[in-house]
Every structure is written in C-alpha cells, then in structure tokens.
C-alpha cells in the first residue's frame, strides 16, 4: 500500500494570510493526488484533484501543486470559513489511501 | 445534480454483517466512474474500502479480505455494500461515492452487542 503523510496534524494561521498543507506519498503517484476540505459533520469535499486541477466553484485562493510523491495544498488569504481538516488521498493504485488530516485554525 | 445517500442500520451486533445501500439520483451507476464506499473511523481517519464500476467489475482494500462485497441493482441505481463477521473496530461514519467528487452525506455505524 501507499502511504500518504502529513506532516503536520495542526496549523493556525492568521485570518488572511498564507498556508501551505504538506503530503508527501511512500511511492511516487504521477499526480493522481486529491485534496479534500471537511467540516465538523459533513462528508469531505473535494477541492482539488490531479494535483493541480481546482474543482468547479472552489474558490481560486486554493492551489495545488506537487509531482512524484511530494504535494503541497496552499490557500492564500486565509478566510474564517477555511476552517477545516483537510486531507490527501493517492488514487493512483489501490487500495487508495488518505493522509492523516491537517486540522487548519485560526490563530 | 448528482446526490449519493446511504441507508441502513445504524447498529449491528458483533460478527453479523453490516449492510449499506447507497441510492444515487442525477447519475446512472452504470454510465461512468467507479462508485466507492469509504469509512471514517473515530478520531477521524480515512479509509477506502472498495469500488464497483460502471461496468460492474469490483476491487476491494485488501485489508478487509473476504469480508466485503459490494453489489448493485441497475434497476433502481443503487449500490449495496455488505461487510461480514463485525467487530466493534468497523465502527465508523461510512460513505458512498462517486470516485471523488461527489459524496454522501455519510451514515454512522456502531458495533457493539
């Protein structure tokens, strides 16, 4: 299996500034690497997916970017409503695998 | 609009089988994509448990061994999944979706006797 690792299982951040969400994977993925944002009670939600591809009504603060098995998830001006745990998942082999979850907060 | 919904028991009792439907309305299951289950256990953690297909064809995680099956009725678009022997550790919120975009809402399970 392929491992997905956050490093980081917390940040807080200042409202309107910059973060940058880590995933590094065990093996190389070639992109095929999604990024999900999850609210307290609510199923995950895609943001991104092919490591750079933002889905359709994700605000464009939110970016991707990575190759092989090093990601990164950065959102820029950093809104309240980011609060969140976001997470990475390989779609590249099965079995898919998540990372961990980076809680994000307001500092 | 693509809407997933999951149904079913919200307890089972150790080692009987835990079974899931997923209804979908806006897509038909058997037009594209891979149609997933995937769990979340307490304290959060991600787990991708298996995939039927358009085409019907299934892959499972292998974690789970033989204790999964996932089955469909094209009939009334819906998928099934069914996860044997229980134990109070496949306690958790589980999910249907379609490969990554659209998800249900979630249905939690508890195991315990």
């Known amino acids: 299996d392929i491992q997905m690792t956050q490093s980081s299982s917390y940040l807080s951040v200042s409202l309107g500034g910059r973060v940058t969400i880590t995933c590094k994977a065990s093996d190389h993925i070639n992109n095929w690497l999604a990024w999900y944002q999850q609210k307290p009670g609510n199923a995950p939600r895609l943001l991104i997916s092919g490591a750079t591809s933002l889905e359709t009504g994700v605000p464009s603060r939110f970016s991707g970017s990575g190759s092989g098995k090093d990601y990164t998830l950065s959102i820029t001006s950093l809104q309240t409503e980011d609060v969140a745990t976001y997470y990475c998942q390989q779609y590249w082999s099965t079995p898919y695998t998540f990372g961990g979850g980076t809680k994000l907060e307001i500092k | 609009d693509v809407q997933l919904q999951e149904s079913g028991p919200g307890l089972v009792k150790p080692s009987q089988s835990l079974s899931l439907t997923c209804t979908v309305t806006?897509?038909?299951?058997?037009?594209?994509?891979?149609w997933n289950w995937i769990r979340q256990f307490p304290g959060n953690k991600l787990e991708w448990m298996g995939y039927?297909?358009?085409?019907?064809?299934?892959s499972y995680n292998p974690s789970l061994k033989s204790r999964i099956s996932i089955t469909r009725d094209t009939s009334k678009n819906q998928f099934f999944l069914q996860l044997n022997s229980v134990t109070t550790e496949d306690t958790a919120t589980y999910y249907c979706?379609?490969?990554?975009?659209?998800w249900g809402q979630g249905t939690s399970v508890t195991v315990s006797s």
């Open positions: 979706a379609r490969r990554l975009d659209y």
């Open positions: 039927i297909s358009y085409s019907g064809s299934t």
């Open positions: 806006g897509y038909s299951i058997t037009s594209d994509y891979a």
